[in-house]
């Protein structure tokens, strides 16, 4: 039975994970390199917390056992000691990854399940790097944590069905809709997603329509509650790139290839809301503009 997990990073999906799960009662410790990035992966989980008590959505009680439910490690040895569940949620990087694997390999438990919140990269091949291929699986849920349904089970090429179902089961006591996927790059949803938006950058790359007239096309014609470079932006231009990367090198199709403006976005550092600007502009005074009109006519 699980009931001590540990998240390894304390980011945007790492905080987010770590609070769900220490929410619905398990014990939960977050690892991070940094003792700044815990910190400010706390004050997130606080805040958040705060704004669902605001809203009804759960009592003081619940917020104040969630909060005594998660301890902070910037030693991943010492956090994964006690685990029946690792979730990684480390940087989208292949050889990040790998080494990650290959550390919790060593230093936990044996009968420790080892997930990972991977978007787009083969669980079977993080897998290949432990002793433990049968435990390792992929549990890609969706930002932000506390928010959405859906987590995506990645069944690699030795998951067992045990663990499978194990991770299934566990996704709905969270409150989640797991759908089992299997292990082909981007899976579905960014197998999906990506090409979308890089086509919407593409858009606006030719010049065919500027940034917010793209978003209002798609939100109003098509119904998404984001329009695709809005979403990009959130996602992260350079993890955005990261997945496309993974795409193309997997299936080899053109389709998959990165627009050349969001290389250039990434390469300039023009992240999205993690830093203050990527399609549109979230200085505090003036959150949600265009940026400048040279990406609207590129």
């Not at 470079?229 to 993890?239: K, M, N, R, S, T």
């Amino acid at each position: 039975m699980i009931k001590n997990v540990t998240v390894i990073g304390a980011g945007t999906m790492g905080n987010g994970i770590a609070h769900v799960f220490a929410q619905n009662g398990f014990k939960v410790t977050m690892v991070d390199v940094s003792e700044q990035a815990l910190k400010k992966g706390m004050e997130t989980i606080n805040r958040n917390l705060d704004r669902m008590v605001q809203k009804n959505t759960i009592t003081s009680e619940v917020s104040k056992s969630t909060l005594k439910n998660i301890a902070t490690y910037t030693d991943l040895i010492a956090g994964v000691a006690q685990s029946d569940l690792v979730v990684e949620a480390a940087t989208e990087n292949l050889d990040l990854k790998l080494q990650i694997f290959k550390e919790l390999d060593d230093h936990c438990p044996s009968d420790t399940i080892l997930a990972t919140n991977t978007s787009s990269i083969s669980i079977t091949q993080i897998a290949s790097v432990t002793k433990r291929p049968e435990k390792v699986i992929g549990m890609h849920f969706m930002n932000p944590v506390p928010i959405m349904k859906l987590v995506e089970i990645i069944r690699g090429y030795s998951t067992s069905a045990s663990v499978t179902e194990q991770i299934m089961a566990l996704s709905i006591e969270l409150g989640k809709t797991p759908t089992e996927v299997n292990d082909y790059p981007g899976f579905v949803a960014n197998r999906i997603l990506m090409p979308m938006i890089n086509e919407a950058i593409e858009t606006l790359y030719n010049g065919v329509a500027g940034v917010t007239e793209i978003d209002t096309v798609m939100k109003l014609g098509m119904a998404h509650p984001m329009g695709p470079l809005q979403l990009a932006d959130f996602i992260g231009l350079d993890v955005c790139l990261s997945i496309l990367n993974v795409l193309y090198d997997g299936f080899k199709a053109p389709k998959y290839a990165p627009c050349p403006l969001l290389v250039n976005m990434v390469m300039a550092g023009k992240l999205g809301v993690k830093t203050g600007e990527g399609f549109y502009d979230y200085a505090e005074s003036r959150k949600a503009e265009k940026v400048s009109s040279q990406f609207k006519n590129a």
